[in-house]
């Protein structure tokens, strides 16, 4: 128990200190607000639904993902955050790679931190409800609608 608990807290340690390092670029940043349910056991799958707001105005999106690691959960999350490199309101579609870290019995909290082949990075936390403890590695898709 304790080695799992090392390795959680290492792992929360080393997504702060990537989230901290994020330095914005000549691009125009966006803010992002996700409402995304999984479900999973060693992997876990997940689907939600999105808004970008950019430049003063609101764009939808569907995210769909999957992801493997350290998973035993069944919540649904709402994330907020930042969306840093865009230079258009499609940038943000497109496939990313993230590595995210949470817990939750009967509520908690959830931090990722997204990049696409754009270079679009998306950082977002938020509460989770329902029970849940994962460090994973995720594929996560957004199409814009």
């Known amino acids: 128990m304790r080695d799992v ?68 959960s069944l919540t649904v999350s709402e994330y907020e955050g930042r969306v840093l490199n865009l230079h258009s309101p499609g940038d943000l579609a497109g496939n990313y790679i993230a590595l995210g870290a949470g817990g939750a019995i009967a509520g908690g909290i959830g931090v990722a931190r997204l990049r696409n082949a754009r270079g679009v990075i998306m950082v977002v936390r938020g ?17 814009m609608r």
Not at 36 to 44: D, H, I, K, L
């Open 5 to 72: 608990l090392s390795v959680i807290t290492s792992a929360f340690l080393a997504l702060a200190a990537w989230t901290a390092t994020v330095k914005p670029s000549q691009a125009e940043t966006g803010t992002v607000r996700v409402v995304f349910g999984s479900a999973g056991v060693v992997a876990g799958v997940g689907s939600g639904e999105g808004t970008l707001t950019f430049q003063g105005k609101t764009y939808p999106f569907k995210i769909s993902g999957a992801s493997f690691g350290a998973t035993l």
């Open 127 to 143: 509460p989770k409800l329902g029970a849940g403890l994962s460090v994973a590695l995720a594929r996560i898709t957004i199409t």
